[in-house]
């Protein structure tokens, strides 16, 4: 471990230095004379050199060491993080100190309960290099369960300031008590922090102490017996849905089994565990299985099996032809099989334009440019993009789907995935499914494609075939269901996807080209009323994305 060298001596020196520096302000609040202030405000400097020392160390290992696997560089990540919040705990004791000498009374604090602050920050001060270079979870929990405890105590000692500054007496030393409090509040804060860091350089991810501990109650409700620092946690990025994703396996490189734990909002985590039972009535083996699910806090976690196999998305970039085709043609097949098992002969309204009304303000912070303004040339006048949004709304009111199917809600090509072993198609990501119109799942898997950033003429090609195959298949299954509104339906869910896409691009030329692709699709709509929306037809060449 010599890349490590003289870390633990470093970081096991600030942390009791910042120890004596909390002991310190411990004594000005029982005793706040000059002097005792002096030693806190003076130290402050000695730590921040610590923390420049530490921070150097720990860049100047990263930079300096090819070698370095990810364990170590987690290792001196964690080392860098905790670092950081030591120093941010003597700049809040700093704070502390200055703040007595407000009080116009040197006792006035005795009638709260400060002390019991201390007692939780040295405690679990007095652990941090343990739990760090022994890899000690436990201790890193106890680091984190303390911020708990601090909030508890912060929480009694505000509602008792609070009910006292209702009388009008004693105001400047109430509130020069409460930033008191609050400061040392925020103590409690940077020991999570801290803590989790311990848990980073273990675990090897970025868990929030709350995601911590539902990913070991999962892992208990499932029986496995394996201590979590034997347990390997990939995250799973690239997700927008605000949920932490990660496989959990063993501790073993080789082996490909696992499971996937999931973390977020307990609504969204506990319908994604209904949609699943829901699709297994449908098509067994659809979705992965359900192995746990626990709750806690108005958030929740669930395990879940392991597929094997590609996203589609990932299978537009392959270059055998065959794998490619077979996957696309089992994509269809599937959906296919769904739409018809699932039909119910129940009219349903459009709502796409109401989707795109609720995200239209994030499409306009990322490119204020898309908000254009009403313009008047010559005799003509153009709609701002607000009123033709509003025009389309009166447009929607008009149109009905003519039944209903269970759609997957959220169909992009990446929650898609083909296992070519077993020749099946699965589904991914399902919280949003539910009995609906399945030309929602068709615009979003029409626009999963077009809004890849990839200018490849090739694989740019092989997309525009995707999306206008798969139009031809949507086309040939509404004319069999007499579905003689799908075409302006279509239009409408393609406005929605074109536009809404263009907040997760950066790109400020291909973002345009969706908008402008949204906004011609709004005007032919428009331009339409008054005939039969039945006549009205999507042209193809909206899906074509020119690579040359």
Avoid at 95 to 113: K, P
Avoid at 233 to 260: L, P
Wanted: contains cysteine; proline residues 3%.
């Amino acid at each position: 471990m010599h890349v490590f060298e003289g870390l633990e001596q470093r970081i096991q020196f600030m942390v009791l230095e910042v120890a004596k520096q909390v002991d310190e302000t411990l004594r000005v609040l029982i005793s706040p004379d000059e002097a005792n202030i002096e030693k806190v405000t003076s130290r402050d400097d000695y730590i921040d050199n610590f923390k420049s020392v530490i921070e150097n160390a720990c860049f100047s290992r990263l930079h300096g060491q090819s070698h370095l696997d990810k364990a170590g560089i987690d290792f001196i990540r964690a080392v860098n993080i905790i670092s950081n919040n030591l120093e941010r705990i003597s700049d809040f004791s700093v704070d502390i100190a200055r703040q007595v000498q407000y009080l116009s009374d040197q006792r006035f604090l005795d009638q709260f309960e400060y002390r019991p602050f201390f007692r939780q920050i040295l405690g679990a001060l007095d652990i941090v290099v343990r739990a760090l270079f022994h890899r000690d979870l436990s201790l890193a929990l106890r680091i984190c369960r303390a911020e708990f405890i601090l909030d508890k105590l912060y929480k009694h000692n505000f509602d008792k300031i609070i009910t006292r500054l209702q009388t009008g007496k004693e105001a400047q030393n109430l509130i020069t008590t409460l930033f008191i409090f609050r400061y040392l509040e925020r103590m409690g804060d940077s020991l999570l922090n801290i803590g989790e860091a311990v848990i980073f350089s273990v675990v090897g991810e970025k868990l929030k102490i709350n995601q911590y501990q539902a990913l070991r109650d999962s892992l208990d409700s499932l029986g496995v017996d394996l201590p979590l620092r034997e347990v390997d946690f990939e995250s799973i990025w690239g997700t927008r849905s605000g949920c932490r994703i990660g496989k959990v396996s063993g501790d073993n490189k080789g082996d490909s089994t696992g499971v996937i734990f999931k973390e977020g909002k307990h609504k969204k985590i506990f319908q994604e565990k209904i949609n699943i039972h829901e699709w297994e009535t449908i098509l067994p083996g659809l979705t992965p299985k359900v192995f746990g699910f626990q709750e806690s806090r108005g958030n929740a976690s669930i395990l879940l099996e392991f597929l094997t196999g590609c996203t589609f998305q990932e299978i537009v970039f392959n270059e055998d032809k065959e794998f490619f085709e077979d996957a696309f043609f089992l994509v269809q097949e599937t959906a296919a099989m769904i739409w018809q098992k699932t039909l119910k002969a129940q009219p349903v309204p459009c709502s796409f334009i109401a989707q795109l009304s609720k995200r239209i303000e994030d499409v306009f912070v990322t490119h204020p440019e898309f908000n254009t303004p009403q313009v008047q040339f010559c005799n003509l006048m153009i709609p701002s993009t607000s009123e033709l949004l509003e025009q389309l709304q009166q447009v929607e009111l008009e149109v009905t789907a003519p039944f209903t199917v269970f759609i997957h809600g959220d169909y992009n090509s990446n929650n898609i995935l083909y296992n070519q072993k077993e020749q099946r198609i699965h589904y991914i990501d399902v919280h949003r499914s539910t009995h609906g119109d399945y030309v929602q799942d068709v615009s979003v898997f029409l626009v999963s494609n077009f809004r890849l950033p990839i200018f490849d003429r090739i694989v740019r090609c092989k997309l525009n075939q995707v999306s206008l195959h798969y139009l031809h298949f949507a086309r040939q299954f509404a004319q069999e269901y007499h579905d003689t509104t799908f075409e302006i339906r279509l239009a409408l869910g393609l406005i929605r996807s074109f536009i809404t896409s263009t907040r997760f691009e950066l790109n400020e030329e291909f973002a345009g080209s969706m908008f402008i692709r949204g906004v011609y699709l709004m005007e032919l709509v428009l331009a339409h009323q008054g005939r039969p929306w039945e006549a009205f037809r999507l042209p193809d060449r909206i899906l074509r994305y020119r690579y040359y």
